[in-house]
């Protein structure tokens, strides 16, 4: 089955989540307007600006964008976020940042994983490994190669840290749960973000017009 998933790691412990979420939460807020800026491509409008006071698109594109999927992995002990829009002060609160695909190389530096004791210890572990354990233990993650075919060098070892890594990841990922960081405050949140969104909308008018109408 095809993959593609931004995941962002906060390292913590369990009873630390509810914390850890409010935490993000408040910093997202606070960098709405670049938040939506890096993303403003996304939201689909009418071209025409006097069109624009037609809130159920734009409302619609807030939603989606401050809804987050959320799930605590306990096997490598970190709220994991499904985020990734490039915002510095947000991505700075996390500790960690992966970007998991199939179908394509999977050979990061080894010290991407290193934010993570639990993704640490897992590079270390097949950093150590003699060829023989390491072959079988990239035959058993990769089951089309052939032994032959595998060599005992740095792209196959980065393969498989990430194979080992993203194996503590996949059986809950898809178990996580929608948080929409709008609820609650809804209304009060929803009026200053629908007007920063075609404030910005504005300022890129005439750059937006060129892309839709294809000029």
Not at 54 to 61: A, E, K, Q
Not at 76 to 83: D, G, K, S, T
Not at 129 to 143: A, G, Q, S, T, V
Not at 151 to 158: I, T
Request: net charge negative.
């Amino acid at each position: 089955m095809s993959y593609r998933i931004d995941i962002s790691f906060k390292n913590c412990k369990k009873e630390q989540v509810y914390d850890k979420i409010t935490e993000f939460e408040d910093i997202l807020l606070k960098n709405a307007e670049e938040y939506i800026k890096n993303n403003l491509c996304f939201c689909r409008y009418d071209t025409d600006k006097d069109r624009w006071d037609n809130n159920d698109i734009i409302d619609r594109f807030i939603s989606r964008l401050f809804k987050h999927h959320i799930w605590y992995c306990e096997n490598i002990q970190a709220l994991c976020i499904v985020y990734g829009s490039g915002v510095k002060e947000i991505q700075d609160w996390f500790d960690g940042y992966i970007y998991f695909q199939n179908s394509t190389d999977q050979n990061y530096d080894y010290e991407e994983w290193l934010f993570n004791d639990k993704f640490k210890s897992i590079v270390e572990w097949v950093q150590n490994l003699d060829e023989k354990e390491f072959k079988k233990e990239f035959i058993k993650e990769n089951k089309y190669y052939e032994e032959s075919e595998i060599k005992f060098e740095d792209y196959y070892k980065k393969s498989l840290v990430y194979d080992k890594c993203y194996n503590l990841i996949e059986p809950i990922w898809s178990k996580g749960f929608a948080i929409s960081f709008l609820d609650g405050t809804l209304d009060e949140n929803k009026f200053k973000l629908r007007n920063m969104t075609i404030r910005l909308l504005m300022d890129k008018y005439e750059d937006f017009k060129k892309i839709y109408k294809g000029e």
